[in-house]
């Protein structure tokens, strides 16, 4: 009966030292992930950008080999724990907040990306800062601009395609994916005659915020001109819109 004993005892501890020598290679042939993340809410402006910045466990995380073959993806941050084990390699890192291409007021996108090497049986610590990533444009009037027009709207259309009404209260900030964007005024002149005017913007990045600002005249008298004007940090000269009474 003895050597049954010594015989199943002897059993089990090779099976244990078989598992135990699987766990040590494993944990020999990768290693962890861990991702600190900040968020960076200024603008390439002179102006406050005003954005909330969103919350770390707010982002969604893409992790991806760099050579392609592997991939895989957070709903968020928080979700990625030390359980998870990536093999030996380098990796591009990827934290975003929003859709860029989703575009609207008060509808900021952020994104952060870096890269990393893990290490056999080691901790990779990923440090990334999260900024915008789509453009903000708000629209404002002079007191010139309001007295001249009987009526008057401003719409920005979107290099996507996308409408935005900017009426004289309208004070948010259209958030747009980088793209070419145009300004379309159509106005009614104090003689009763009706026009329309636009101008484009084409050089748009990200992080980057384009206050426009419409005046009439630049506030001089003369021959009737819509002034279209930027945040210096974006542009240095104005637009002047020609609209002379006919």
Known sequence: MKNVFKTLFAGVASMLAVVACT?????????????????DTSVYT????????????????????????????????TDLTAETKFEVGEYEVKAT?????????DAP??????????????????????????????VAYTDAFLRYFEEWSVDL?????????FGQEESRVAYIAPKPFVIEIEYVKPN???????????????RTFY?????????????????????DSVADENVEIEIDEQ
């Open 109 to 138: 996108a952020f994104t952060a990306e870096n890269t990393c090497r893990i290490m056999p049986s080691q901790t990779a610590l990923v440090n990334m800062v999260a900024t915008l990533a789509n453009s903000g444009v708000r």
């Open 97 to 105: 907040y929003g859709d860029v291409e989703s575009e609207g007021f």
């Open 46 to 77: 002179r102006a406050e950008s005003g954005i909330v910045a969103p919350d770390a466990a707010e982002f969604d995380l893409t992790v991806s080999s760099v050579d392609g073959e592997y991939t895989n993806r957070w709903e968020s941050l």
């Open 192 to 206: 009763g005659t009706a026009g329309a005017k636009s101008i484009e913007v084409s050089d748009v990045k990200p």
């Open 23 to 39: 766990d040590a290679d494993r944990d020999m042939d990768s290693g962890v992930l861990r991702v600190k993340l900040s968020t």
């Open 157 to 165: 259309v979107s290099g996507n395609g996308n409408t935005f009404a």
């Open 211 to 231: 206050n426009v600002r419409l005046d009439v005249n630049g506030g001089e008298v003369g021959a009737a001109k819509i002034v279209v004007s930027f945040d």
